[in-house]
């Protein structure tokens, strides 16, 4: 009955359902060897069966929350998929033939996984706004101005949204056009329907995308704006394929975007 009783306060706790489950069970084994210790209904066969049943109970809410946070932390990292309210493939519809399970259309629909979504906003073919920090002496030294030119070179230029849809906590965004805080990479991966790469423009020191996110925290129900920059210039593509690394949010996996061809502008 003390090792059923004790089963069940561990199993009330958070951190402690793997000893309460192990718990219990020595309790179940107690209490049924205590039972047949005894051949007549009297004081220690009542404890004993107050014992396993105490016991059984502590197994089995044990039990329970167990596979319960097992199937939470596979949902968490699971990509869905949200309609968006004013669909920006042309063609109006929710879906591709083109599109299989593991990717999601840009145009009609964000990913998201567990509370943080994403979603495109734009992707065109130009050249891109920077910022520069003044290396200049004197009082303005170090100071960023705005100073938007435009290179020659095009890109590919991304932008995303990333939302916070949960209602609980707050989300650390590290930029994905950095590394994260631990130093490690990253980097998205864009690709066409023909397998070809479409590298991430690293930019000098000192030379800032204007819009670009190195981190960032998002609140409930609160979003950030982020551009990626791609080196080349896709010519009549059907499609292409955007892998952003969930690492950037604190989670597993990718986020996985199908973006239509059709869809990339030119400026």
């Known amino acids: 009955m003390l090792i059923g009783s004790l089963a069940l306060i561990w199993a009330s706790l958070p951190f402690l359902k793997i000893l309460a489950l192990i718990l219990g069970g020595f309790g179940l084994v107690a209490g049924i060897l205590g039972l047949a210790a005894y051949s007549s209904i009297g004081k220690g066969k009542?404890?004993?069966i107050a014992g396993i049943?105490?016991?059984?109970?502590a197994v089995c809410l044990s039990a329970f929350a167990l596979i319960q946070a097992g199937r939470d932390n596979s949902s968490e990292n699971q990509l869905t998929?949200?309609?968006l309210r004013h669909p920006m493939n042309a063609t109006g519809s929710r879906g591709s033939p083109d599109i299989d399970s593991d990717w999601v259309d840009a145009g009609?629909?964000?990913v998201q996984q567990g509370d943080v979504r994403v979603r495109l906003i734009s992707i065109t073919v130009s050249p891109v706004d920077f910022k520069e920090i003044s290396n200049a002496v004197g009082p303005a030294k170090g100071t960023p101005k705005t100073a938007p030119k435009r290179p020659r070179e095009k890109y590919v230029v991304i932008k995303l949204r990333i939302s916070n849809a949960g209602a609980g906590r707050l989300i650390q965004y590290a930029g994905w056009s950095g590394p994260l805080p631990s130093g490690e990479s990253t980097t998205p991966i864009l690709q066409d329907a023909g397998g070809k790469?479409?590298?991430m423009k690293v930019f000098p020191p000192g030379r800032e995308v204007i819009g670009q996110v190195a981190n960032a925290s998002i609140p409930p129900s609160k979003w950030v704006d982020d551009f990626l920059v791609f080196e080349g210039i896709p010519e009549r593509v059907e499609?292409?394929?955007l892998e952003l690394p969930a690492d950037s949010v604190g989670s597993k996996g990718s986020f996985r975007l199908q973006i239509p061809g059709r869809m990339i502008a030119s400026r």
Request: no cysteine; hydrophobic share 50%; proline share 10%.
């Open 197 to 199: 790469k479409y590298p």
């Open 81 to 83: 998929q949200v309609p």
């Open 108 to 110: 009609t629909n964000a």
């Open 46 to 48: 009542i404890w004993s």
């Open 239 to 241: 499609f292409l394929r």
């Open 53 to 57: 049943l105490a016991s059984l109970f």
